[in-house]
């Protein structure tokens, strides 16, 4: 917790970033801080602020989630995105949608305004519609660099050079406002020619995000099905929960994915006093917290 008593953490993925992604990574999570720091200063709730540093990441094309994410199979673009309120412990979830320019958005608006926690596809989308939240077309989602991947990936094997600079670019970002209240959210675009309808850990709750009050809030990324398997965030909270410190918390719950699924992956989350934590078992995580003197730290340097 900074000086004027809000945390913030955020992340773009863990993954082996080449060096030439680095600068773009490092870029996309100063200004998602940027954003998040903004709400947070102007007494913003900590939900405010976790869906503003996300909309951020995700038109960020240097990050799988939103504007220039994977394709799947058939060359589409299916986004899938979480946020949770761990006053309430109610959760807003979006999967598989394809006409969302920013997921997160509709994500916070079922959080808000309705009785369910998830939607898929096409309901989803008619939700949307429905709340006023437009929609695009597809092919607005897909860059010709992902194209080009895909293309690649389909002659091939799925190599990460195809993928320069963000081959596991899932998104997130965990807050704590200046009336320490916690939230998280992830947004994510999925594994490059993923079968169509796949969904991943980001959108479930429990799995590539959770937030409870009584312990923290966390942000996942890495490989999705591996995170399910051991429901990353929510083992997280419960290590904080157990009294574990932030930085034993998340040590453990990538510890625990790599023993049980030999995976990879990593998470951020900050605890219920307001500290901040990261933890990858990848070469490298792009992410960045407001330090206790309100500087930003941004990873990998
Ligand atoms: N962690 C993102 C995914 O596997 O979809």
Redesign the pocket.
């Known amino acids: 917790m900074n000086s004027e008593n809000f945390s913030l953490i955020v992340h773009g993925g863990a993954w082996s970033i080449p060096d030439a992604a680095v600068a773009d990574c490092r870029s996309g999570i100063h200004s998602s801080l940027e954003a998040g720091r903004k709400v947070l200063s102007h007494g913003g709730s900590a939900l405010d602020a976790v869906e503003a540093a996300i909309v951020v990441l995700e038109e960020d094309i240097t990050f ?1 989630a939103g504007i220039g994410s994977h394709l799947n199979r058939d060359g589409r673009v299916q986004l ?1 995105a979480i946020i949770m309120d761990a006053v309430t412990l109610k959760a807003g979830a979006v999967a598989a949608v394809e006409r969302i320019k920013n997921p997160i958005r509709l994500a916070r608006k079922l959080l808000e305004s309705s009785s369910h926690m998830m939607l898929t596809g096409a309901g989803a989308e008619l939700f949307a519609q429905e709340s006023g939240i437009p929609l695009c077309d597809p092919s607005e989602l897909i860059i010709e660099r992902e194209r080009t991947a895909w293309l690649r990936c389909r002659e091939g094997n799925h190599e990460s050079e195809f993928h320069f600079g963000h081959r ?1 670019g ?1 998104v997130g970002a965990v807050a704590r406002d200046s009336r320490g209240r916690l939230a998280a959210g ?1 947004s ?4 490059c020619c ?1 079968f169509p309808g ?5 959108p479930l709750i429990g799995c ?1 995000c959770y937030a409870d009050a009584d312990a923290g809030a966390v942000s ?6 591996a ?1 399910m398997k051991v429901v990353m965030a929510k083992s997280a909270v419960d290590l904080l929960r157990t009294g574990a410190s932030a930085a034993a918390a998340a040590t453990e719950s990538v510890q625990l994915l790599a023993r049980r699924t030999q995976s990879t ?1 990593g998470l951020i989350l900050i605890d219920r006093e307001g500290h901040p934590a990261a933890w990858f078992n990848t070469p490298r995580m792009a992410y960045g917290y407001i330090e206790v003197d309100g500087s930003f730290r941004v990873l990998p340097e």
């Not at 994510?188 to 594994?191: A, H, Y």
């Not at 996942?220 to 099905?225: L, P, R, S, Y």
């Open positions: 799988d899938d596991h899932t992830t994510t675009g999925g594994t993923k796949r969904i991943g850990d980001s590539g996942c990324t890495g490989h999705g099905e995170i992956g």
